[in-house]
T-cell receptor, first 111, second 113 residues
Framework: LAKTTQPISMDSYEGQEVNITCSHNNIATNDYITWYQQFPSQGPRFIIQ???TKVTNEVASLFIPADRKSSTLSLPRVSLSDTAVYYCLVGETGTASKLTFGTGTRLQVTL | DTAVSQTPKYLVTQMGNDKSIKCEQNLGHDTMYWYKQDSKKFLKIMFS???????INETVPNRFSPKSPDKAHLNLHINSLELGDSAVYFC????????????FGSGTRLTVV
C-alpha cells in the first residue's frame, strides 16, 4: 500500500481557497487517490477521487501531476463549516482492496 | 433515511465483559467494513465482508468476531473487553470491493473501564 504524507494542520480564513497537498511517492499503477473529510464525532465522508490530471465536483477539485507522486485537494472559498480533518488515501483498484487512512490534515477555518 | 446506521452510539462497559455493536446499511451495497479509530485519530481497517463473505481480516485479536447475517448487516462482537479496546468503531460500506468510495456510519464510542 502506498504511504501518504500530509501536513498535520492548516489554518485559513473564511472565504479563502485552501490547498492541501498529499505526497505518495510509491503510488502504484493501479492506485487511485481518494480524499475524505471527517468532522468531530462523525464518520469520514467521501469528497473526491481521481487517477490523473484534474477532477472537479461541486465540493472540491483534485489536482494530480503527471508523475502522480503527489496530489492537491483544493477547497474554494472555505467557510467555518469546512473545519475538519481531511484524509488522503491511496489504494489499489480491484478485489479485496483495503484503504489505510493516514494521520490526516486538520483544517481550522476562522473569521 | 440514514444510509449506514450503527447502534449503540455510546457504549460504556467494564473490563472482561462481552459486547456487540450492530451495523446496517440501506444502500444496497455488497461490501461492508469495520474500522477502529483510536485516541490518536488513526483509522485502521479491521474486517471487510463482501456478500456475507469475509474478505479482509487484519491483525485483530480473536476476541473480535464479525458476523454478517446478510449483506445489509455487519455486526461486531467483542469478548473479554480490555482497556485498550476503548476507541471509536466505524462501520462502512461500498457498492462493491472497488476501493475508495466508502459510506461511513457515525461511529460507536466504546469506553472500557
Amino acid at each position: 500500500l502506498a504511504k501518504t504524507t500530509q501536513p498535520i494542520s492548516m489554518d485559513s480564513y473564511e472565504g479563502q481557497e485552501v490547498n492541501i497537498t498529499c505526497s505518495h511517492n510509491n503510488i502504484a499503477t493501479n492506485d487511485y487517490i481518494t480524499w475524505y473529510q471527517q468532522f468531530p464525532s462523525q464518520g469520514p465522508r467521501f469528497i473526491i477521487q481521481g487517477y490523473k490530471t484534474k477532477v472537479t465536483n461541486e465540493v472540491a477539485s483534485l489536482f494530480i501531476p503527471a508523475d502522480r507522486k503527489s496530489s492537491t485537494l483544493s477547497l474554494p472559498r472555505v467557510s467555518l463549516s469546512d473545519t475538519a480533518v481531511y484524509y488522503c488515501l491511496v489504494g489499489e483498484t480491484g478485489t479485496a482492496s483495503k484503504l489505510t487512512f493516514g494521520t490526516g490534515t486538520r483544517l481550522q477555518v476562522t473569521l | 433515511d440514514t444510509a449506514v446506521s450503527q447502534t449503540p452510539k455510546y457504549l460504556v462497559t467494564q473490563m472482561g465483559n462481552d459486547k456487540s455493536i450492530k451495523c446496517e446499511q440501506n444502500l444496497g451495497h455488497d461490501t461492508m467494513y469495520w474500522y477502529k479509530q483510536d485516541s490518536k485519530k488513526f483509522l485502521k481497517i479491521m474486517f471487510s465482508y463482501n456478500n456475507k463473505e469475509l474478505i479482509i481480516n487484519e491483525t485483530v485479536p480473536n476476541r473480535f468476531s464479525p458476523k454478517s447475517p446478510d449483506k445489509a448487516h455487519l455486526n461486531l462482537h467483542i469478548n473479554s473487553l480490555e482497556l485498550g479496546d476503548s476507541a471509536v468503531y466505524f462501520c462502512a460500506s461500498s457498492p462493491t470491493l472497488q476501493q475508495g468510495r466508502y459510506t461511513f456510519g457515525s461511529g460507536t464510542r466504546l469506553t472500557v473501564v
